[in-house]
């Protein structure tokens, strides 16, 4: 009897955890949205932005580039970010970019490991260049300097970088 009622007490309380434990869960259920959502960043006139979609921007951003650098820059496409762990999004850019890219190009299409951190851990290998620091790198007075001077913003920053891309 003793036993029976332990087995009858346990019961009871794993009903009340499963219960409690239910209760407090947060679920968030999706139906279409789980396909509409990364739609979004193909199509963004479907939620009525007026900009470009992701495969129209990485054309027009390679396109403006020099003839010379776009065929190595559209064999060098690299997703980051957690948007690229939605299944198929590489493939599906990929057919979206083969429909508007000149024929002639290649396209290749890399996802990192890590893409969420990618782009980070980047920067942060950049940063720790000390040749490419040494030669980007600006310190107020150095800006002010520069801006006495008669510079202007953009032109104090455009001849930085410039200097810190030649060799």
Known sequence: EQARLRIMKQREEERRRRELEESERQALLISVERFTIPEVLFRPSDIG?????????????????????????????????????????????????????????????????????????????????????????MDRSEYEAMKESGGSSNGIWNSKLNQGLEP
């Open 49 to 137: 932005m007026d900009q470009l979609g992701l495969a129209e921007s990485i054309v027009q951003s390679i396109e403006a580039l020099d003839p010379i650098y776009r065929a190595a820059m559209y064999q060098n496409i690299v997703l980051t970010g957690g948007n690229v762990k939605i299944p198929y999004f590489r493939e599906r850019l990929e057919v979206e970019l083969r429909t508007i890219v000149p024929i002639n190009y290649k396209i290749r299409i890399y996802v990192p490991k890590d893409p969420e951190n990618y782009a980070w851990k980047g920067a942060q290998a950049l940063i720790r260049d000390e040749k490419f620091m040494g030669n980007i790198y």
